[in-house]
Nanobody, 115 residues
Framework: VQLVESGGGLVQPGGSLRLSCAAS????????MTWYRQAPGKERELVAT????????NYADSVKGRFTISRDNAKNTVYLQMNSLQPEDTAVYYC?????????WGQGTQVTVSS
């Protein structure tokens, strides 16, 4: 099982980034997918989730209207489009796949928002 995040980097406030998470080793379409983030000195927090079947989405209040989660089951990939980024969005972003007792994590990708 492998989840590989990419797309992080340094961006100025107000800018955009698109994170990707490529999955392998399990049936991607059967899993709910979630993006989490962890800022220095803070606990890991849920950013956005997308369900396996209907593709229903849910967002943290802090990112609603700015971030969009999506998935491409044909490519075994989940995305996080991040717009209007702010310094408080700076964190390591992690991809998570979960279904029942099965729970998989990526290694994370750093997003830094700074002028």
């Amino acid at each position: 099982v492998q989840l590989v995040e990419s797309g992080g980097g340094l961006v100025q406030p107000g800018g955009s980034l698109r994170l990707s998470c490529a999955a392998s080793g399990f049936t991607f379409s059967s899993y709910h997918m979630t993006w989490y983030r962890q800022a220095p000195g803070k606990e890991r927090e849920l950013v956005a989730t997308i369900t396996r079947a209907l593709g229903s989405t849910n967002y943290a209040d802090s990112v609603k209207g700015r971030f969009t989660i999506s998935r491409d089951n044909a490519k075994n990939t989940v995305y996080l489009q991040m717009n209007s980024l702010q310094p408080e969005d700076t964190a390591v972003y992690y991809c998570n796949a979960h279904l029942g007792r099965f729970d998989y994590w990526g290694q994370g990708t750093q997003v830094t928002v700074s002028s």
